[in-house]
T-cell receptor, first 115, second 113 residues
Framework: EAQVTQNPRYLITVTGKKLTVTCSQNMNHEYMSWYRQDPGLGLRQIYYSMNVEVTDKGDVPEGYKVSRKEKRNFPLILESPSPNQTSLYFC??????????????FGEGSRLTVL | QKEVEQDPGPLSVPEGAIVSLNCTYSNSAFQYFMWYRQYSRKGPELLMYTYSSGNKEDGRFTAQVDKSSKYISLFIRDSQPSDSATYLCAMHMFSGGYNKLIFGAGTRLAVHP
């Protein structure tokens, strides 16, 4: 089954404690991206990657890091989480290198709470 | 001003009603227009995808794009309780290597039996 898998689905952590949200896709997609979803603000792009070892900032990259060492994996790293990073996070992938002109496949989301 | 404006709702309609969901945008460079549906506790999934102005139909769903007015709509005919979800419009442009995809904030729809 074609899917984007995120882990963990739910996480409560404290300010400053480094965490990683993993994302893996089994569709051999080149393009992967991270979004955060906040009430009234919709989905905002954090980082995206057009291919292995190629990553770029989205609209809200501050406080986040990513890496793309393998085609299927695109982890999101919060080196020192702060309460304003409390949000619902989605990983997405697409077969189109531009990402937006093709269908974006989303994971089921990771709800993060930073105390 | 946000680049994409979408009424958050909630919109509550009886089963069988025709639903109209709308988005406006400010950047005339957007070329591709999409509607995503997001059920509670799930990720968004692509519902409709259009490129040009005009209408595109898929079953009970019709996507309409009016580039001159910078306005897009999604119509749902004979709405069902299973249509209850949040609907996100999305717009994309790709020009000279610059790639931008913007989502609306989403409209929450409830269809009651």
């Amino acid at each position: 089954e074609a899917q984007v898998t995120q882990n963990p689905r739910y996480l409560i952590t404290v300010t400053g404690k480094k965490l990683t949200v993993t994302c893996s896709q089994n569709m051999n997609h080149e393009y992967m991206s991270w979004y955060r979803q906040d009430p009234g603000l919709g989905l905002r792009q954090i980082y995206y990657s057009m291919n292995v070892e190629v990553t770029d900032k989205g609209d809200v990259p501050e406080g986040y890091k990513v890496s793309r060492k393998e085609k299927r994996n695109f982890p999101l790293i919060l080196e020192s989480p702060s309460p304003n990073q409390t949000s619902l996070y989605f990983c997405a992938s697409s077969s189109q290198r531009t990402g937006g002109t093709g269908e974006l496949f989303f994971g089921e989301g990771s709800r993060l709470t930073v105390l | 001003q946000k680049e994409v404006e979408q009424d958050p709702g909630p919109l509550s309609v009886p089963e069988g009603a025709i639903v109209s969901l709308n988005c406006t945008y400010s950047n005339s460079a957007f070329q591709y227009f999409m509607w995503y549906r997001q059920y509670s506790r799930k990720g968004p999934e692509l519902l409709m995808y259009t490129y040009s102005s005009g209408n595109k139909e898929d079953g009970r769903f019709t996507a309409q794009v009016d580039k001159s007015s910078k306005y897009i709509s999604l119509f749902i005919r004979d709405s069902q309780p299973s249509d209850s979800a949040t609907y996100l419009c999305a717009m994309h442009m790709f020009s000279g290597g610059y790639n931008k995809l913007i989502f609306g904030a989403g409209t929450r729809l409830a269809v009651h039996p």
